[in-house]
Each structure stands twice: as C-alpha cells, then as structure tokens.
C-alpha cells in the first residue's frame, strides 16, 4: 500500500514520463530556476517580489536567464499564477524575450508531445501573449508552432492546437500582415488542414480555416505567391467548397482580380516550392523518423521502422492524406549526397514505394502519385533540381520486376495527366515532363527509358499510349558502346538492391486499394526513438595493412592497439601516446600520410552523425570535444607558437585532412566548445595555410560548405564565431551566408536574429552590405526573406543600401522590394531616399514608387514636399547633362524631368479620393509652377505639358491665379533663397516671390503663365492657406 503511491506519481510538473524514464535535463534545469524564483518571492508582498528579483537580475547575465526561466515556468505550470507571472517577465527581461523564445522553440521542437495538458495550454497562451506585446521574434515561434499541427490527425489535441493558433491569427491579423512569411506559411498550413476537416463535428473550425485563407489570399496573394507550385496544388484539393471555389475560378480566369502583379497560374506553376515550405506540414517528430530512416537505416532493413511509422501516423482513414505531405517532404527536401546514393542506405524510391502500396483510399492515391509527379509537369533544367523528379522514375525503374503493377500504374499516370492537368496549358506539361525525361537520360539516372517504356510487362494499350506521347524516348538503345562513368550511383545501387527488391515494398500487393494485412503489424510504443542500435551500422575494421607496413615497429604497435580498443577512454590515452610519438625530434615525417591514412579510417565513425550534443550546457560541450580524433587539436592549443612540435602537428592535419576533409570543421568546432580553447581561433587560420589548399579563404569556405552539408545545427552555432574571428573572410561577400540561409529553418532564422540583436554575430558590414544583398537577388525566395530579415537585425542606415533600388525590377525581384518598402515606410525620408524612389522607371504595373510616395506624403508631407521640389528644379535646369551621384552605387540613376512628373501624376491619382492635401504644398506648387515655365520656352517639351500631365500643372496655373489676384502688381519679386521654407499659414505671396525669384535667377527672363486656364475646385483654389 505504500509502495503503489510512489510508483505511480509523476517525476516533474512539465513533461509525462514513465518510472523507467530519466529525468529530462531540460525539465530539471527549468524546475531548478522556477525554485530559485520561488526562494526569492516567498511570502513577500508583489512589490517586495519585484524588487526582490530586479536586484538578483541585476547580479549579471547567469541571473537574469535563471529569473527569467523561473517566470517562464512558473507560467507554463502554475495557470492561476501565469498573468502575473508574465508581467513580471516583461518587466525584468533585458534580452528582448530572447533566452524565452529560444526555449519556446526548444520545447517546440523535442519535447512538445512529452507536454503535460496544462504546461501545453499554458504554452499557448504565452504564445499568444507574446504576440500580443509585439515581441521580436515571435513570428517564429508561431511558424515552429504552426509546424506541431499534424496533418492528417482530428484527434482532440490536434483539433484544439489548429483552433488555438488559428485564433491568435485572426485575433492579431494586423500583427501577422507585417511578416509575409508568416502568412504564406499559415496559409499553406490552413490551405492543407482544410482538407482533414470535412466531418460534421469540425465544419464550425474548417470553416474559420476557410475565411483566414480566402481573407489573407484575397488581401496579401502576392505574399501568397511565394509558396510556389504547391500553392495550386493545395488549391485545387478544396476548390470545391463554394468560397474557395470563387478564389479558384478567379485564379485561373481572372488573376488581376488578386493582384496587379499576379499574371497568371503559370506564374506559379513554374515556381518551385522552397523546402520551408513542404518541411512545415510534417511534425519534427515526423521529420526526425523521416530523416533517419533515409540516412541511417539499411535498405533490406526498414520493415521494423516502416511498420513503426505506419502505427504511429498512417494507421487511421483521415491519416491518408498525410501520404502526400510525405511524398512532396521526401522529393522536395530530403536529397542525400553522393556518398549515400552510392551506399546501402534505404533509398528514396523504396520509402515512396511503401507509401503507394500501403494507400487504401483511391483519392488518397491519385492525389499521391500526382504530389511524386508534380515537379515534373513544369519542370525547367534550370530552375528545378534533379533530386526532385528522380524518385519517380526510379519508383517506376525499380519496381517493374517485383511490383509490375505499380510500375503500370504510375506511367499510366504519367501519360494522363498531360492533357487532363489543365486543359490550356497541355503543351506546357508535355513540355515539361518532357524535360523532366530528357534531364534524367542526362543525368544518367537511367541509360535509356526503352526498357521501361516498352517492357513486356507492361500491356499493350499502356504501351501504346506511351508510344504515342514519347515516341523519342521509346526507340531501342543504340548498340552497347556507351557505358559511361557516370552511370556508377545507378549501376551500385542496381548490383547491391538486386536481391532485396523482390522485398523493397514489405512484400505487399501492388494495388493501391487491397487488402494489406502486413500493414497491421504490431507497432513500437510511442517513445520509440530512432537512435537504432549501433551494431547494425558497425562496419567490419578495414583492411590498413599497406598503411601499418610504412610505419616504424613502435608506432604500427600503438595503431593496432588503438584499432582493438573499443573504450573512448582508452583509445584517448594511446591517441596521446601517438601524439608524443608524432613530437619526438627523430619521428620520420615521411610516415606522415600512412599515419594519416590510419587514423582517418579507424575515426570514421567519429566524422558520422551529430557533432553538436542536443542540450548545450558547459558540461556536454566539454563531453563532446573528448573523442580521440580530439587529443590532436588538444596538443595543438597547449603549443606556444614559437614550439617546433606545433608546425608538426599542423603538417599531420593537413595529412589527415586530405584524407577525411571533415576534420576542417571539427576542427573550427573543438575551438569554440572547448573552454581549453578560448581564444586559440587563430591555429584555425594555421591550419588552413598549413594545408594543400594554403587559403584561409578557400579552407573556411570549403569546411563550412561540408558542415552544412553534415549538421546545420552545428552550422548555426558556429556561424557566430566565424564571423567575428574572420570578418575579412566572411563579409566582404555573400559566399558564407547563402550556405547559412540555403538550409536554416525558421527557428534556426530567428536564433541568428537574437545573436545580432545581442551584440554576438555581425554579419553584414556598411562596405560590403550593398554588394551581398545585390548577389542575393538571384537566391531562393526563402534565402532571400531570412537574408533581409538577418540585415533589418544590423543596425545599419538604411540609406547605405538604397542604391540597391536602380538593380531591383518589379517582376524579377519582388522578395527585395517588399522587404525595401516595408522598411522605407518607417523611414522618414532624405534626399537620396527620394531621389532612389523617383528614379524607378515608371510601369503601370509597379507601384512601388507610387505606394511609398502616399505612405510618406501621409506622414512626412513637408519634407518629402521640400525634396521633391528639389529634384524638380535640379532637373529641369539640368535635363540633357546629369552628374554622378553621390553614392557609389548609384549609377545606374536616370533620373529624368518626365519621370518625376509621371511618378507626381501617379501619386497625385492615388491621393485624388483622400483628404490628402500634399498637392496643395507651396514647395510642390512653386516647383511646378518653376518647371511648366521653363517647359513653355521648349517647344519639344509643350507637348508633354499640355497632354501628359495637364491635370498635374493645372495645379500649378491655379496656384499662379490664387496668387496673382490680389496684389497684381507684385509678379517681380525681391531676389530670394530658392530653400525657403513654407510658413505655417497665409503668408504665400512671400513664398510665392521666393520661388519665382529662384527661378530668374537660373533663367534669363521669367515667362508668365500659359494663356490656357482651366477653372479649379474649391478645394483646390483654397489650398494657399
């Protein structure tokens, strides 16, 4: 009886766990600062509190997190306590919510299911408190909680999370409208969970999820348009519902209805999906399992983990539709490298295959085998990857032995989406499933197609029909004479799979709607972990006899040793004694490449997996820099430069290096974890000269490129010591932050937008910064968001880049101008602002220049006034001959009289049904005025002003009138500043006399108005006050 009790009570108050579990580091650390919080706080009045815990932040940065954690807990675990446990939080936070957000995304990302009801209730609800105050970085932890929504899932807590974020969404949409990333990524995550919710008891919610999307596609569509391809796809699974029908209609028949820059479905049809997008409908415990069984688990051995997979998420009818998330994930995100390909890891093509055979809905499957086919029917060589169309032929080329009629069902498929995808854009599809086939025979993915095209296998109508639609791909190869080197990955990958295919499905039937009794298989419990047990990884010890015969007796003995010894701590000690053998003064450095190649092939397994522990604390970053491979770099920073042992050990990296390039970043990584270490960064820079490659530059480069290929975690926290170590190799141009924003996620964006803030990563300079975002407008669009919200972290004038704007054109570079115009707006503007905006070639399809004028003359009336006289009468006086511009980059300026006055008609049309008296300014007035009399002497430019923008110096002529009435005899004024500013109220004769004085200065005689009046409003003639 007394036992039971204890069994059974729970460990922590955060995450569920069982007797056997360990406490969760995380968890204990948390509970530990909500303890401090609580000794500090006890039984003191609020006041008390607060003063209380204001002194302790106050003791240095270790407090401040520990209070801060203890506040953040406390409102994760105690409801009643939450509200004011927060504005405690806000009050004493120093960071910016930073160390909070952080956390939030941490608990997102691994322990989000392990949650107790309350701490995730309460987890929302600081999410949406967070929100609410408008914190920096929040937006990134919406789309981290956007990605928990499962698809495919209506259990309860799926069902309350959807609500729940939904609802912040439309509670704060004014807040969401400000990050175009946000929207475009709840509305695919809507678009997508619409499709789930068709029951009776969820239609109030699909309903919601139906308004938020018509609402934010109808109002923001070209924030929309960055989703890409897959955009159309979501589109098209719920068109069928009345109001997205209307949306879908005008889509494909109407698209300016949606937006003035929106050409058409083409548009978006031709745009490939950024992985960010396809990677956020899948759960990162989904994504985790994915991930690992497409690096780490056998092909032959997957049934245990398919079978896991298959319980935990595909086991349930609505859970069909999760197939295709899948499928886009795997074609669009998952690419492994060459050395995986050529491996015996679980191909791609089986994964997809197991898909499409264990599918018992027809819909499902249709809707499947069109996401494995999606990329290929716009596919564009130049644009589009390899890796995205290859899954589906080798689903195709790999199945026709064992499973024929998966085979005959996808190439069915193939030839009958062509006509029936969208009936008037059948030439684009053929075309482009025909650059898909072409792209794949040269890229030696298959030799030739005729063998799967015309396989007895097939039947004759298929046959036929594939006959029919590719007849070019259809002829018998030519004579066997072209067996080339690059067919190596398939031909491996055919004489290793050989034996297994006849099982690469599990053995099911090759249908999509029978009976799949293996599917049923019992499944793993739910805190399955795929950290699979290492022996089945384990390869047999190489053969390092040619190696070892090089060496002296001694050494051979100590490289044996380490080779039987399977016990770190062991292995570390005669790695040390190899190390003292290396820096003893009679070691033979010809021994150099054979030691090397040892070492690298007994470390294999050392350069494999994680780097970087999951929980960063002092105490497993000094446990992860405790590998053998370690004891090297350890000896190297106990060196004093002027020791003769350090360019040895230097000369065996380098060795070591050509043999396993990895060790460049496991390098860069010990220096910064090992505390041993601090501020050794500079052995880095020796060993990058001490190398084959003898630049620091290329070497950097070359390694950081191999870590973000390997571990992008390990990438982000490097990247801050990276650029404050080697600022000249790092930010004089964009090489280094393409690899960082090509693969980050949005929780890894906003860690690297906290550092900035903070002080800890600068990653752009005032020197360089304009030339790194003009590389960046040939990125990825996603590359080029994450790049422009790295750079609003800087603190950087934004007059340092506005030149940028002579580069950027409507069409090609709307990621740019977007982030550009959101930022101008709250810019008051200069000179060179208005200057760079005015001289934009004027298109009736780009507003930018209109949009941001309104914003400004709404705002900054006077002074944009002011400027834009300015650069009238500079202009006018100078229309042929123009100078250079201040700014470096600005040449590429054409600022022209007639542009100006285009892009002041613009924005006098858009200004014509507001209150808006920006056209009744004395400033714009007089420049007008200046402008059409000089315009009256040339007699090429009359034609301009009376046509083109009549209606802009009609403005002029009635302000001339209102000021000539009166005192008629005062047309020739007393030479003034032509600066002069416009007074608070009625003295304009004076302003008037200014302007007209400026002008006989610059001219010879000052003309009178043209004779040609036109009568004004009232609102117009009453403008001089």
Request: proline residues 5%.
């Amino acid at each position: 009886m007394e036992t039971a009790p204890a069994k059974a009570k729970p460990q922590g108050r955060l995450l569920v766990s069982t007797p056997l579990d360990a406490k969760d580091e995380l968890e204990e650390r948390l509970e530990r600062c909500a303890g401090i919080v609580q000794s500090l706080t006890n039984g003191m009045s609020e006041r008390e509190a607060n003063d209380a815990l204001t002194a302790n932040v106050c003791k240095g940065p270790q407090q401040h997190e520990e209070v801060c954690l203890g506040l953040f807990t406390l409102v994760l675990t105690e409801a009643t306590q939450a509200q004011r446990c927060y504005r405690d939080l806000t009050l004493l936070n120093r960071d910016g919510m930073s160390v909070i957000l952080v956390k939030i995304n941490q608990i997102l990302m691994e322990k989000f299911l392990k949650l107790h009801d309350v701490p995730r209730t309460q987890l929302v609800w600081l999410v949406r408190e967070l929100v609410k105050s408008g914190v920096i970085g929040a937006d990134g932890v919406v789309m981290t909680l956007l990605k928990q929504i499962a698809g495919g899932d209506i259990s309860s807590k799926n069902m309350w999370l959807a609500e729940n974020v939904l609802d912040i969404l439309l509670d704060q949409k004014e807040w969401v409208l400000k990050s175009g990333m946000l929207i475009a990524m709840s509305v695919y995550t809507y678009l997508r969970l619409i499709v789930d919710h068709g029951t009776p008891n969820l239609l109030p919610l699909r309903q919601k999820e139906v308004d938020f999307c018509i609402s934010m596609l109808r109002e923001k569509f070209i924030e929309c348009v960055i989703i890409g391809r897959d955009l159309v796809r979501l589109l098209q699974y719920v068109a069928r519902i009345p109001e997205m029908e209307l949306l879908w209609r005008d889509l494909l028949h109407n698209p300016q209805v949606l937006s003035p820059q929106f050409t058409g479905v083409l548009q978006l049809l031709t745009a490939r999906t950024s992985r960010k997008f396809l990677a956020c409908r899948l759960t990162p415990d989904m994504e985790t399992k994915l991930l690992f069984m497409t690096s780490r688990v056998r092909f032959g051995q997957q049934k245990r983990y398919q079978d896991w997979f298959q319980k935990q998420y595909l086991s349930t009818a609505e859970s069909q539709s999760l197939r295709c998330d899948l499928i886009r994930y795997i074609c669009g995100v998952v690419h492994p490298s060459n050395e995986v390909l050529s491996s015996d890891i679980l191909p791609r093509w089986a994964i997809i295959g197991w898909l499409l055979t264990t599918c018992t809905s027809n819909v499902a499957a249709s809707n499947a085998k069109l996401a494995l086919f999606y990329d290929w029917l716009f596919f564009n060589p130049e644009k589009d990857s390899i890796m995205n169309i290859e899954p589906a032929i080798l689903v195709m080329h790999h199945s026709m032995k064992p499973h024929p009629a998966i085979t005959a069902t996808l190439l069915d498929f193939m030839c009958r989406i062509i006509p029936h995808f969208f009936p008037p854009l059948e030439s684009q599809v053929r075309q482009g499933v025909c650059n898909s086939l072409t792209f794949i025979m040269e890229k030696r993915v298959l030799a030739h197609l005729a063998p799967l095209f015309d396989n007895p296998k097939l039947d004759r109508e298929l046959r036929s029909m594939l006959r029919e639609r590719f007849p070019e791909f259809c002829s018998a190869p030519s004579p066997p004479t072209e067996v080339k080197m690059e067919e190596n990955v398939s031909l491996e990958m055919d004489n290793h799979v050989l034996d297994k295919e006849e099982g690469c499905y599990d053995n099911t039937e090759a249908a999509f709607s029978d009976d799949e009794e293996e599917i049923n298989n019992k499944g793993k419990k739910r805190e399955f972990r795929f950290h699979p047990i290492k022996e089945a990884v384990m390869e047999e010890p190489a053969d390092m006899t040619p190696w070892l015969d090089q060496l002296d007796e001694t050494m051979k003995e100590k490289v044996l040793q380490l080779q039987k010894s399977s016990d770190t701590e062991a292995q570390c000690e005669v790695m040390q004694e190899i190390v003292e053998l290396i820096l003893e003064e009679d070691f033979d450095t010809e021994q150099m490449s054979a030691l090397a190649s040892c070492l690298a092939e007994l470390f294999k397994d050392h350069f494999r997996g994680d780097v970087l522990p999951e929980e960063i604390t002092e105490e497993s970053l000094e446990e992860s820099v405790c590998k053998p491979v370690c004891l090297i770099f350890r000896n190297l920073v106990t060196m004093q430069e002027d020791n003769s042992g350090l360019s040895v050990l230097l000369e065996m990296l380098a060795e070591l290096y050509q043999k396993q390039p990895k060790i460049g970043y496991h390098l860069l990584y010990y220096l910064k974890a090992s505390k041993a270490a601090n501020g050794k960064m500079v052995l880095y820079e020796m060993f990058a000269q001490a190398t084959a490659l003898g630049d620091l530059h290329t070497c950097l480069m070359m390694d950081m490129k191999a870590c973000q290929e390997d571990d992008i975690r390990l990438l982000c926290y490097l990247t801050p010591s990276i650029y404050s170590e080697f600022p000249d190799q790092t930010l004089r141009s964009g090489e280094l932050l393409n690899m960082i924003v090509a693969v980050i996620d949005s929780t890894q964006l906003q860690e690297l937008m906290c550092h900035v803030m903070m002080g800890n990563l600068v990653m752009f300079r005032k020197d360089s910064v304009l030339n790194i975002l003009i590389q960046s407008l040939d990125w990825e669009t996603f590359e080029q968001y994450s790049t422009w919200q790295l750079f609003l972290a800087h603190s950087i004038p934004l007059e340092t880049i506005i030149p940028i704007l002579q580069h950027l054109k409507y069409k090609e570079h709307p990621e740019a101008l977007s982030c550009l115009l959101l930022q101008l707006r709250r810019e008051k503007p200069s000179e060179e602002m208005v200057k760079m905006v005015l001289s934009r070639p004027c298109h009736p399809e780009d507003h930018f220049t209109t949009s941001i004028l309104r914003h400004w003359a709404s705002k900054y009336d006077d002074t944009l006034g002011e400027h834009i006289k300015a650069q009238l009468i500079k202009n006018n006086n100078q229309p042929r001959k123009r100078q250079s511009l201040r700014s470096s980059s600005s040449k590429l300026a054409q600022l022209t009289l007639e542009q100006i006055l285009e892009h002041m008609d613009n924005l006098r049309l858009s200004l014509s049904n507001t209150k808006n008296n920006f056209f009744s300014q004395t400033p714009i007035l007089q420049a007008l005025q200046h402008v059409q009399a000089s315009c009256d002497e040339a007699h090429k430019m009359r034609r301009i002003t009376s046509c083109r923008f009549s209606d802009l110096f009609a403005l002029a002529e009635e302000y001339e009138e209102s000021q000539s009435k009166p005192p008629k005899s005062r047309r020739k004024a007393p030479a003034s500043s032509p600066r002069s500013r416009k007074g608070p109220a009625p003295p304009t004769n004076n302003e008037e006399e200014s302007a007209s004085s400026s002008a006989s200065e610059e001219e010879d005689s000052k003309p009178k108005a043209p004779k040609r009046k036109r009568k004004g409003s009232s609102a117009v003639g009453s403008d001089s006050d």
